[in-house]
């Protein structure tokens, strides 16, 4: 893990292959935000095998902020579905290791924790259906900012699986008044990205008491003519991990995403074999 | 099981629950074709839960051919996320049951074959994407005929998991030629439904030696201007599960599908809590 360090900017023309190549090497840890666009970008859950059944019963049931773009077999660190060199191992720029629900460390690469046990899902998210509405003009005002996504916990129950429940987390964007129905239509078109907004309008039909102050990411401003609209979010599926308290349990790190080779706007997340 | 039997006629305006009460009473045991209008209909795969994680892993590796619209707890008989009151041991009018990959015998309810160990796969079916080309004036040679859709093996291959592997089984339409963009679209709306077709056209490109000769269902007549499109089939994860030669594995007979509370065209198939 000695590469010569390369930056965001470096990459910033870098083909999915190329930027997985750079994060292996150890040359870029990273955001991967705006990194070769157009390719599906993954959030991560790696899991001990005997909680992957339970898991996928919940994502299953939780599709809009857990839509499972794939899987590993038992112990194999490879995703031929996403990518034909993925080693989940390495080609993520940062992760997250949770002992007991709890935080343990965050680390470029996972060799030393991996096991025959664990099972890798891959999530789908936001970023997808994001770079579709600003192709149809639609302003997202935390890229228009530079600012992180807003999120925010809401009251609305997860359908519960064994050990894994819980209440949703969404993100808020502002719209436009009249942009908000070619927004929800843009957006149900990607069901492995959170699909349609959940709720539109009031936050305290939610259960948000301040849309000033998110529980995760910034706070962004809504201006005249525009209505918050709000996701599913894939801070859900992680929260709920880290309740269910399993004994190990590794994720990537906000927004140091897994990217795939399968492109974004495909109709299924399997890459043609 | 002495309830008066009732006809499909009978049942034409019945809503999904009227018709689920009609075949658990053992008074329905017919085809579900054109039953409980605008509800999703469910292929079906019960198994035993050591195999349930492979064969998650293997529907999602192949979404087109298995899209996955339910999964029980292990050992429960209910499906809340599909209906309310379902109860999979009796709510289907035929099963059919294998053992060790063999066809064992075709039954009206299933309470002598559960287990604690059983855990209940619902699938996504073509009448879904079928109702919506009708709607959009898309003729469906196979129901203006009366007839069964043809359905022909391919060497199309699966992505495999674990035991799971095999060929994909596809359905086939004519389409008339200046509609085919068309169908593509509509049906590209129902992942859940096997989505847009795998392939249009020459029917050797993907294994097929003879269109008049399905391998399941009935031969129909292709007429001038129309060309052959091919969608993934519902056939194509029993056929696995079969040759997978499962000690038990249990699902609906042909066209008996299980009818859901949720509408067929809903941006998902949970059932709102």
Known sequence: MNAKPVSHTDLIAATAIEVRAAIRSGAYTGHTAGLAAGKLQCNLAILPERYALDFLRFCQRNPKPCPVVGVSDTGNPALPTLGRDIDIRSDVSKYRVFRDGRLSEEVTEISDEWTDDL????????????????????????????????????????????????????????????????????????PQAHGAPIAVGDPEKIGIADLMQPDWGDAVEIRAGEVPVYWACGVTPQNVLL???????????????????????????????
């Open 243 to 273: 309740d269910a308290g399993l004994p190990l349990c590794i994720t990537h790190s906000p927004g140091h995403m897994l990217i795939a080779d399968v492109a974004e706007d495909a109709e299924t997340t399997i890459l043609k074999q």
């Open 119 to 190: 099972v890798t899902v891959a999530l789908g998210c936001s970023f997808t259906f994001e770079n579709a509405l600003l192709h149809a003009s639609i302003p997202v005002r935390h890229i228009e900012t530079g600012l992180n996504v807003p999120m925010f916990r809401t009251n609305i129950d997860l359908v519960p699986a064994g050990r894994f429940h819980g209440q949703m987390v969404v993100t808020m964007r502002p719209i436009p008044e009249d942009q908000v129905a070619q927004a929800h239509e843009i957006s149900r078109r990607f």
